[in-house]
């Protein structure tokens, strides 16, 4: 039998300017094509320098940073597996899809779950995160800083982790959208686990994942006493590999390789121009969207730059949508769960002019086919506005 990749696969790339996974450098994929031994000096070196690294993009002075070996889900479920077990009492804000996740896997380790649901397309408020802080003794508190299904962004995240702080209660901040693309200070922000995968903000593979521990949640971790259902998911066991160079399963060697090289590329880069990169670019998608003539599907106060929601017109088909994006214009963007939206992601090379352009073109021209009104040519001058005077910043 042979069945050749190249049968299945397009003749041309298609650019991914989804809600992930996003493009990856040439540096990222050359490193993730590399097999070394995943123990020894190499590979004791590379982690080394990820863990040095990630300190910075996690805005953290912890040493306690770990990979695992999956998707951001994996690192979800690393941290609600270390922090939670039967009769821990975990507050999980929920703004949609994924950070209804984080409930459910606290749900099954045994955890009594209380779910605050915000509207859909809002941010959490504080002041009522404070009411069931006070009202409840929890143990754990869950939230997204975006939550990419509905893209929502939790502005008020610093004060909400800082509050959980003071009502000694351990805070879980998924950032799998987001790390490097917005701000987030683990440390100055008293947040004690951060997630993150690979292939979003970070931009690279899909597989890897890391996930950063307070110093101060570590000693609650190192001293558990409940049984831990997990083997992979151990972090007193994952040490063994990440701070000890010893073995706990065989790493995903060019997995972590990759993740050196985009980690690399944010430190070059550095976190306040990837930012403002990631600023500029998303916010000019956005006014360019609006002057085509189409609605962003979340309000100002709420809205997540990393991954944008557009809001479909009546009587038109995100599905046909998508699809007239990726056969003729060969650029693919998301639908959603559920919702009557289209999402384009602002994470990593996604955040890039040229991309920008194309993926505009692109949307205008497959909505138009579908049925909706739009006025590309206004759209695509919004767009040269709103990047000409960036284009050092953005190209
Ligand atoms: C994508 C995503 C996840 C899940 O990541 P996987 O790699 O698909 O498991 C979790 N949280 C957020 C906010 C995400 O965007």
Redesign the pocket.
């Given at each position: 039998m042979d069945l050749p990749l190249d049968s299945i696969l397009p003749n041309e790339p298609l650019l991914l300017m989804g809600?992930?996974p996003v493009p990856v450098s040439q540096k990222v994929a050359m490193a993730n094509s590399v097999v070394i031994n995943h123990l020894g000096d190499t590979m004791s070196q590379v982690i080394e320098r990820v863990r040095l690294m990630s300190q910075y993009v996690f805005q953290t002075q912890s040493k306690h940073i770990i990979g695992v070996a999956?998707?951001?889900?994996?690192?979800?479920e690393m941290a609600i597996t270390n922090l939670v077990w039967p009769g821990r009492k975990v507050l999980s804000i929920q703004n949609g899809f994924?950070?209804a996740?984080l409930a459910e896997m606290a749900k099954r380790n045994g955890a009594e779950v209380t779910v605050y649901e915000t509207p859909v397309g809002q941010a959490a408020n504080p002041e009522e995160v404070e009411k069931l802080l006070q009202e409840h003794d929890f143990d754990v508190l869950t939230i997204?800083?975006?939550?990419?299904?509905c893209t929502v962004w939790n502005r008020e995240l610093a004060s909400i982790t800082q509050m959980a702080r003071r009502y000694g209660v351990l805070s879980v901040v998924?950032?799998?959208?987001?790390l490097s693309t917005m701000p987030l200070e683990m440390d100055n922000w008293q947040v004690d686990v951060v997630?993150t995968?690979?292939?979003?903000g970070l931009a690279s593979i899909?597989g890897v994942?890391l996930i950063a521990f307070s110093e101060h949640v570590w000693p609650i971790i190192l001293e558990r006493t409940a049984p831990m259902p997990h083997w992979c998911l151990d972090v007193r066991l994952a040490r063994q590999f990440w701070e000890e160079k010893g073995y706990h399963y065989t790493a995903p060697v060019s997995g972590i390789l990759a993740l050196h090289e985009a980690l690399r590329q944010v430190c070059l880069e550095t976190l306040d121009k990837r930012f403002n990169r990631h600023e500029v670019c998303s916010i000019a998608l956005q006014s360019a969207v609006e002057a085509m003539g189409l609605e962003l599907f979340v309000d100002t106060h709420s809205r997540l730059n990393s991954?944008v929601g557009i809001s479909l017109p009546q009587g038109v088909d995100g599905k046909q949508v998508l699809s007239t994006m990726s056969k003729q214009y060969k650029v693919e963007i998301s639908g959603s769960f559920g919702l009557p939206i289209v999402r384009i992601g602002q994470m990593g090379e996604q955040s890039r002019a040229h991309n920008l352009f194309r993926t505009l073109h692109a949307l205008g021209m497959s909505m138009k086919q579908s049925g909706a009104v739009i006025d590309l040519p206004s759209g695509m001058a919004a767009l040269e506005r709103a990047l000409d005077v960036n284009d050092t910043v953005t190209a």
């Open positions: 809600a992930g999956g998707p951001g889900s994996a690192a979800m994924f950070s996740r997204v800083q975006g939550e990419t299904s998924d950032a799998v959208c987001t997630i995968g690979g292939q979003k899909p994942s991954v």
